[in-house]
């Protein structure tokens, strides 16, 4: 990367409303401790009347009195949801007119699950042009869930949120080290979602290709910057569920301790997830790698140092 780039903070917004496995095992036939064996998760955060650009904004403001700055100090906001209420505009310039910003440019990055990632190292490329740049993620999973018949396979999955982070050319908190994105369209009917339909997803399939693709874009960017994966202090990964996230510290060969996980507490919230686990993580001097797999298929990597 030629260009410097930082990391200055993380934030989060989840809804209040917890749904437990209980809550959900009643309706599904199954029961609470299928659940969690399953996916790893207890429970889920559900929103009622909030949208995903609502979820966004506050999410966005979050991070941003992390960070010390303010909206009209931004340069360019990114905005990723794969749930998005309506097909254009996406949620980007709803989130820029909340936050009272009338001219700057915003990006929609319609990326399930890898959102995040995608949206963390775009900004980190994109930075030294714009300046500060504030990277958001949200999704309201639960509307996708409820507005079809229940599946057993994907309702005990997902839950709502939005996850925030803000990139800049400024030095901060985390310097990017490199960035590795990758996109394989022959797998694009196996995680989709048109509108008024179902979630269709090809569970095995998708487990399948993240358990192979994961470590290897996480062994190529650490590669790339010659650092051994015994030698990160953290991954902080898409939570899709806490199988995946084991399999994936299995292959890398280090502990699971490692891998930074909340998805017992929130579920997957799909593009959100990662920043939300970020903005949760405790950091340590060291490398960071920072990873996600979603619908596309589309996956990547980022490693920072603190």
Known sequence: MPDR???????????????????????LSCTADWIESASGIRERRWAGDETVADLATAAARDCMRKAGIEASQLGLLIVSSGSAERRFPGPASTVAAALGLNAMPVLDLPIASAGSIFGLALASQLAGSYGDVLVVAAEKMSAVIQGATLNQNTAILFGDGAGAALVSSRQGRFEVLDSVLHTDGAYRDDLTLDWGSALHMNGLTVILQASRKLPAVIGEVLKRQNIAAANVTQFVMHQANRNLIVRVAKALGVDASLMFSNVSRYGNTSSASMLIAASEWEPSPGPVVFAGFGAGFNWGALAARS
């Open 5 to 27: 780039s930082y990391i200055h903070a993380f934030g989060a917004h989840l809804p209040e409303r917890v749904v437990t496995n209980a809550e959900l095992a009643s309706q």
